[in-house]
């Protein structure tokens, strides 16, 4: 059954360009825990200023609506999550394709289930069709269950990029450490066996207490060529990781076996797959 949430077919799209190598993050790798490696870069980056508006996303109208104004029309290359309205772009720059969006929630003094951020997940073309031959002999409605498949995406070094959209007004940098600690954390754990302290460290140090994730930011966890875990704000670099483990582990999260968001996993998979039949 198709997807409510993602009702549009894969646009075709141009061969994407090749992301130029990342030029400043210390290769001078420290080694880790059972032997991982791993180099951080921080830049940069001054606080969002948290009186800035809350640009709200564009939301798809009814039939009804369109009809009153074609100018109101959202862009027809944007996909909505329908519980909070983010909107994301069908692909981003350099050529990655967005194959399914979703919602992290999480309940708040053990009560109530906030939505805290919507997310899609971009993976680029070019890259994804490098598994093109290992799985040509399995059929298109069989491979995104293939579990295979799915852990190739997860471990091998392919570009994709998680984008999240602030949609909690009241997050605090503290809360998004503990978050990571916790989610990230468990994961380190479940592959590699160890808590990956250090690693693990070098991540959330880079968030700064003075930046500010208000309503309608936008991060982007991106694992660039050579298994750099690149993070922006907004569009500004705020550092870079080196390591294959956490690319693995933030992945996870959106698409592996116990995901924040079910039916996204679901699409993701077959986003991914279909990627491999065109
Ligand atoms: O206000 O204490 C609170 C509840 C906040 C819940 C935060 C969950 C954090 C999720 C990580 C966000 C990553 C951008
Ligand atoms: O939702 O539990 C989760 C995982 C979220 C990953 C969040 C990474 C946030 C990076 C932004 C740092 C901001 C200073």
Known sequence: MG????PFSLPQLPNPSRWPKPSSFLLAAATVGAGIGFAVNVSSRSAAD???PYRRPFVRPSPIWASVSLADAPPADTSVEPSTGASFPTSLDGGRRLTGIGLRKSSVLGIKNINVYAFGVYADD???KRLSQKYD????????ENKEFIEDVLDQDLRLTVRLQIVYSRLSIGSVRNAFAKTVGSRLQ???GSENKE???SFTSLFKDEYKLPKGSVIDLSREQGYVLQIKIDGEDVGKIQSKLLCKSVLDLYFGDDPFDNQAKEDIRSGLASILFE
Do not use: Y
């Not at 997807?3 to 993602?6: A, G, I, N, V």
């Open 190 to 192: 479940k592959f590699s």
């Open 3 to 6: 997807s409510l949430r993602f």
């Open 50 to 52: 948290p009186s800035e």
């Open 126 to 128: 070019s890259d994804i």
């Open 199 to 201: 690693l693990l460290q």
């Open 137 to 144: 002999n399995v059929a298109a409605t069989e491979l995104k």
